[in-house]
């Protein structure tokens, strides 16, 4: 079981909408069932991530993380995703 933290400013609506793109993607990549994502303000991140197997947000990487950053810019504007998609790909099969 992987556990992923998604992160963006707020915590709510951007990474809501993110949640639901990647967890479509893992989901067709076979992997249901062996996540979970867990949303959290990016100002949270660095502090958790010590607890995550991948940091996926929305936002510049922040400093001093314990865990891989994925850019998830990404899955909200749908350019150069595939970049992204393949680095939580790898993570996953970590």
Do not use: H, R
Request: hydrophobic share 40%.
């Amino acid at each position: 079981m992987k556990n992923i933290l998604l992160a963006c400013g707020s915590g709510i609506a951007t990474s809501t909408a993110v949640n639901a793109k990647i967890t479509k993607m893992l989901d067709e990549n076979g992997y249901k069932g062996k996540y979970k994502i867990t949303q959290c303000k990016i100002s949270e991140a660095t502090q958790k991530s010590s607890s995550y197997d991948f940091l996926i947000a929305t936002t510049m990487a922040p400093k001093e993380l314990n865990c891989p950053f994925v850019p998830g810019v990404c899955f909200l504007t749908g350019v150069n995703a595939q970049k992204s998609i393949d680095m939580i790909l790898e993570l996953m099969e970590k």
